[in-house]
């Protein structure tokens, strides 16, 4: 699966291993090449998710394979890569005897911003996520929400063409996420900044997201655009109170892909000519319909290994 | 998910399409921010009382030193013998600023913003070692200049008088920048091993002040080659070992130099070389592992 430079590719990277010194396997043989766009990095803790940012970032130098962030190599150009890259890391990283808009300002220097664009842009950053007349005040006495408000504002700061994510929703209340997953869906789609977001949790990565990669034990489990995932994946369940396995062989007649599923028939939803042809044969056979209707499948189940048939 | 397009936002993200500095300055960025952050400034207030006090102490220092010396005309200590005697100060304003420099970085976790920025490893550590040390030699050399005005409005010599003071003075601010380098290099690589500030500066503290004795035991052993090589126990035994050898007798008037280091004096320089680029290499290297984490 070697990438097709059709376009332009935001990372790529080819057979990337990489091996710490204890013999500990971070990403094993990893190729995937992703579009620009939001980006989802899905995988459990410990999959290699954070390992990859820092190889992506230049911190770290992969054991073997090649990798490509907008088109440069990390491992040899690093500081070129690092000046158009934004990076908000997971842990805790703001001095709390700063106040935001000092902090922001001076990160913008340490990018290269001249000193008043870099007031400027602090200002303008702290206001696109969300932090007014705050920002004159120390750090160390804000919300988490509005820490990691600021860590997103520092990545933004010197107006990278990447954004890399590190669990950007970490430690946040239900009302928090959602407003940081609005706010890296705006940076996504209307900054014009591509965005990679780490996260262990799919469910939340997946409503904001272009493209899904999943890691899980440093190998690539899938990468795939979010429309071709869920496409597939609109299914009609169906049931009856008996008879399940005579609509069944009806359905599967009628060349529609069919499969059980408990007490339930799923098929595949092509058109709304599904729909026709299921009630005709439910019809025809003269069973009892207890329910028909159409299932979004949630991405998280094109992951899950318990469903070893084809989708 | 995707929102509908079109939506007329009040003021919009704007990109950013000037000038992006290169190495130097954002060199000269971090280094500016250090020495901001060693005299508390854009700091909190407390964080400004300690080096305030300490530079309002050598400064009251100097200035008195100079008005005993207009008024009887005594010169009480030399612009190089300053540093000496104000070492004492120095050692405690490393052990405050050098872990207010780096330790307080580590500890709070903001070095994957620097090293995620096009910021080499090396120029992090080197900007603060660069910050540590101005503000060190401004805290020696400030007092010197205050001694020198003092002098040069009081001098009886006319223009030559001044001329001569400021031969004086300036080896004086060599000698503080070697106790600058000596100092800042040491107490930086000891802070950059902790994030834990009072651990910090608890151990730039033994560092200094408990090799001490080390000289003191080796010059008394009954051999005149170690007691000669005594003050390589102490790094402020060494920086003033250095200063007798270079200086003479603008740092020991009278001039009996040959007792206590006897021809060791190039040993001494060769050390004193030896320690900072040792100090150095290792705060590089520490610095380059921290980056990878």
């Given at each position: 699966m070697l990438p097709t430079l059709v376009g332009v590719t935001l990372i790529a990277t080819e057979s990337l291993t990489k091996t710490y010194g204890g013999g500990v396997t971070a990403l094993a043989d990893l190729t995937v090449a992703v579009e620009p766009g939001i980006v989802g990095l899905v995988g459990a803790n410990g999959a290699g998710k954070s390992t990859l940012i820092k190889i992506l970032l230049g911190l770290l130098t992969p054991t073997s394979g090649r990798v490509r962030v907008l088109g440069l190599d990390p491992t040899t150009d690093s500081a070129a890569v690092r000046a158009r890259v934004g990076y908000m890391p997971e842990h805790d990283a703001l001095p709390p005897d700063l106040t935001a808009a000092e902090l922001v300002t001076h990160l913008g220097r340490i990018s290269g911003l001249p000193r008043t664009v870099a007031r400027e842009r602090a200002s303008e950053a702290l206001r696109h996520v969300g932090l007014y007349e705050e920002r004159y005040r120390p750090v160390g006495g804000y919300s988490t929400g509005m820490k990691q408000r600021v860590k997103l504002a520092q990545a933004l700061v010197h107006d990278p063409d990447l954004l890399l994510l590190d669990e950007p929703t970490n430690g946040l209340d239900p009302v928090g996420r959602d407003a940081m997953l609005a706010l890296v869906h705006r940076i996504g789609t209307e900054f014009g900044i591509s965005v990679l977001v780490c996260s262990h949790l799919l469910g939340e990565v997946e409503r904001i997201c272009d493209t899904l990669v999943a890691i899980d034990g440093g190998r690539l489990l899938r990468a795939d655009r979010i429309s071709a995932m869920t496409s597939v994946t609109d299914v009609l369940a169906v049931e009856v109170s008996e008879g399940t396995d005579e609509l069944a062989a009806r359905l599967a007649a009628l060349q529609l892909p069919v499969r059980r599923d408990g007490r339930l028939l799923l098929v595949e939803l092509a058109d709304d000519h599904t729909y026709d042809l299921i009630l005709g044969a439910v019809a025809e056979l003269d069973l009892p319909l207890h329910r028909l209707d159409q299932r979004r499948h949630r991405v998280a189940e094109l992951f899950a290994a318990r469903e070893p048939s084809h989708v | 998910m995707s929102e509908p397009t079109g939506v007329i936002h009040d003021i919009g993200y704007q990109r950013y399409t000037g000038p992006r500095l290169g190495r130097r300055h954002v060199f000269g960025a971090l280094y500016l921010h250090g020495l901001r952050t060693a005299f508390g400034l854009g700091r909190s207030a407390k964080a400004k009382i300690f080096p305030w006090l300490v530079l309002g102490i050598v400064t009251v220092v100097a200035a008195g030193v100079t008005a005993v010396r207009s008024q009887i005309g005594e010169v009480v200590m030399t612009y190089a013998q300053f540093a000496d005697n104000m070492s004492w100060l120095v050692i405690f304003f490393v052990a405050v600023v050098a872990p207010e420099l780096v330790s307080r970085d580590l500890h709070s976790g903001v070095l994957p913003l620097y090293f995620s920025r096009p910021l080499p490893r090396g120029d992090y550590a080197l900007a603060k070692l660069a910050a540590l040390g101005s503000a060190l030699w401004l805290l020696l050399g400030a007092p010197q200049l205050v001694m020198f005005l003092g002098a040069a409005f009081t001098t009886t010599d006319g223009m030559s008088g001044v001329w001569n003071e400021l031969l004086d003075l300036l080896p004086g601010l060599v000698y503080a920048a070697l106790w600058a380098v000596v100092f800042a290099s040491v107490g930086l690589l000891i802070a950059s091993l902790t994030g834990k500030r009072a651990f910090a500066a608890g151990g730039i503290v033994a560092v200094f002040l408990m090799t001490a004795p080390i000289v003191g035991i080796l010059s008394i052993m009954p051999s005149r080659t170690v007691n000669e090589l005594?003050?390589?126990?102490s790094p402020t035994a060494l920086v003033h070992a250095v200063g007798r050898y270079t200086l003479g007798d603008l740092l020991i008037p009278g001039g009996q130099t040959e007792d206590q280091i006897g021809g060791f004096g190039p040993v001494y320089v060769a050390a004193a070389v030896l320690l900072v680029a040792g100090c150095v290499a290792l705060l590089l290297m520490r610095y380059r592992k921290v980056a990878a984490r």
């Open positions: - | 005594a003050m390589l126990g």
